[in-house]
């Protein structure tokens, strides 16, 4: 999860990057994006000119259940990234499992870092 990009199978790190394929129909050939974006949202790391404080398991958990209940089975990469982001705010407005803004800005920090805010090229 941390680079997908050294697995033995390389995957892209950051939609549109190296190894982007937008032309294969298995729908698993660029996960390694969202691999990436939860390795920063649980550890954190420096990526791509965004650096990421990591929240931990229990708050990565609740805000990816989020995101989990949120997709439909026609999400884009881009719809993760914005469900992210959305799971992440309104867990802070209801204070569970004491996430706040300021983990919501790490969250889009991940966000931005993978490229889920982009749409595929």
Excluded at 21 to 36: A, M, R, Y
Excluded at 38 to 59: A, H, P, S
Excluded at 90 to 117: E, R, S, Y
Aim: net charge negative.
């Amino acid at each position: 999860m941390k680079d997908p990009r050294s697995s033995l199978k390389p995957q892209p790190d950051m939609v549109n990057g190296p190894g982007w394929d937008t032309n294969n129909p298995d729908e698993h050939i660029n996960d390694g994006v969202v691999n990436k974006a939860d390795y920063l949202i649980t550890d954190g790391d420096t990526f791509n000119g965004q650096t990421v404080r990591g929240l931990g398991l229990d708050k990565s958990v609740q805000i990816w259940w989020g995101v989990e209940n949120t997709l439909t089975q026609s999400a884009t990469f881009k719809d993760v990234g914005d469900a992210l982001n959305s799971s992440c705010a309104a867990l802070a407005k209801a204070g569970t499992a004491g996430i706040t803004t300021d983990d919501c800005a790490q969250v889009g920090n991940a966000v931005k870092a993978t490229q889920l805010d982009q749409d595929p090229s």
